[in-house]
């Protein structure tokens, strides 16, 4: 994270300078932390409201009867997590959102889930591969219905708009599938995550005190 | 046929999701208003927890595009991309979309006002942007709810889905279209 956050503010400026563009390189600093704040604060509500729905949903066991559902694919694709951890429901529940396009819902159980997988997690600090894993399926974006992009296409009189979902779901249903797929085939190679972070920040706190 | 199905099937997927949980708790007897406050108030704190990791992604990727450089690309990309029946138009939206999904909506509403709606560039934009999720977005609010600084291969499979997808968005359009 620390050489792509210093490659896009380095290029920026550099290439900024280059093109004469600096002022709005140097505006977009401004717009871009104004913004950050306001898709923070849009999510309170609503991820409260799911929090909340998610919860009942878990005393009342209706997360665990999900997560038996698709345990014979779960099982096979989070192999590190344990069978009955909350995590598997989430992941679940989240995945379903996204595809019925429920992009409100989808993000506050997508975050509810990563905290599940946190608590399996060896390292706080870096991302555990049932982490990475869930990520890609969620970056791949799966979708049943592309909902705003027919909206603006009946917006400006396209004929026929929904011709677009079959081809868009074969789209996604490739990325999706082949980022699992990747996420499995890169994490045999990838270094193996070592507990010694977790250690080692807690010999410092000791120090410290 | 199909249409209508799936229109109510997004029409109702909310609603009866919610009607399933509450009910289900009041049969298993939860209750529900306790429980329903008492895990929404983690609302806040997940929200301002991720603000930091959204500031350092949003803030680099806007100055990303203020800075003129996803022009250059596009320019250099272009005649690449012609072989394989790609409008220079949607060029754009291949390099945006995995940064800013309000940005790739944009190029594309962009793109679907100003040319005849009807032409292969609105169906490839449509495809494209239809099919993605922004990536770093997902990245940023994710992995920065639960703290999580180093990525190792997030965004390396990230981004090759990205790239496939793309991909697979030019084949199939060069197919159907």
Redesign the interface.
Not at chain 1, 59 to 62: K, N, Y
Not at chain 1, 143 to 150: F, G, K, M, N, Y
Not at chain 1, 155 to 159: E, H, R, T
């Given at each position: 994270?620390n050489y792509?956050?210093y490659f896009?503010?380095t290029?920026?400026?550099v290439?900024?300078a280059i093109?004469g563009?600096l002022t709005?390189?140097v505006?977009?600093?401004l717009?871009?932390?104004e913004?950050?704040?306001k898709?923070?604060?849009s999510?309170?509500?609503?991820?409260?409201?799911w929090?909340?729905?998610?919860?009942?949903?878990k005393?009342?066991?209706?997360i665990e009867i999900i997560a038996k559902i698709i345990k014979p694919i779960t099982k096979r694709l989070f192999n590190e997590i344990p069978e009955d951890s909350p995590a598997i429901g989430d992941i679940a529940m989240s995945f379903s959102?996204n595809a019925?396009?429920?992009t409100n819902?989808a993000?506050?159980i997508?975050?509810k889930a990563?905290?599940e997988?946190?608590k399996q997690n060896i390292?706080?600090?870096?991302?555990s591969n049932a982490?990475?894993l869930?990520?890609?399926m969620?970056?791949?974006?799966f979708?049943?219905?592309?909902?705003?992009?027919?909206a603006?296409?009946i917006?400006?009189?396209?004929?026929n708009p929904?011709e677009?979902?079959a081809?868009?779901?074969?789209?996604?249903t490739?990325?999706?599938l082949?980022?699992i797929f990747?996420?499995k085939i890169?994490?045999k190679y990838?270094?193996p995550?070592t507990a010694t972070n977790i250690i080692s920040n807690e010999e410092d706190e000791c120090s410290k005190q | 046929m199909f249409q209508t199905i799936m229109n109510n099937l997004s029409l109702w997927a909310l609603p009866s999701i919610i009607l399933l949980i509450l009910t289900m708790g009041l049969v298993k007897k939860v209750p529900l208003y306790e429980v329903f406050t008492d895990g929404a108030k983690d609302g806040f704190k997940v929200a301002v927890n991720i603000i930091p990791y959204l500031v350092a992604i949003i803030v680099g990727i806007s100055m990303f595009r203020a800075c003129g450089i996803i022009e250059w690309i596009g320019q250099i990309c272009a005649p690449m991309l012609a072989i394989f029946n790609v409008p220079a138009d949607t060029i754009p939206i291949m390099i945006v979309r995995s940064l800013s999904g309000s940005a790739a909506l944009g190029v594309f509403s962009d793109i679907a006002n100003s040319t005849d709606v009807n032409s292969y560039a609105v169906k490839l934009a449509a495809i494209m942007v239809g099919s993605s999720e922004t990536t770093f977005y997902v990245l940023a609010v994710y992995f920065g709810a639960v703290g999580i600084s180093k990525l190792r291969y997030a965004l390396l499979v990230g981004l090759l889905a990205d790239i496939i997808g793309i991909v697979a968005a030019i084949l199939v359009c060069n197919l159907m279209f």
């Open positions: 994270m792509i956050f896009l503010i290029v920026s400026i290439a900024g093109n563009k709005d390189v505006n977009a600093i717009s871009g932390a913004l950050s704040v898709v923070a604060f999510l309170i509500g609503i991820m409260a409201f929090l909340g729905m998610m919860k009942i949903a005393e009342c066991g209706l959102a019925f396009g429920l819902a993000t506050p997508g975050i990563m905290e997988l946190q390292d706080k600090q870096s991302a982490m990475c869930f990520l890609a969620n970056t791949a974006g979708q049943l219905i592309p909902a705003t992009v027919i603006v296409l917006g400006v009189g396209y004929p929904t677009i979902i081809p868009t779901l074969l789209v996604t490739i990325a999706f082949s980022a990747m996420a890169i994490q990838w270094n995550q | -």
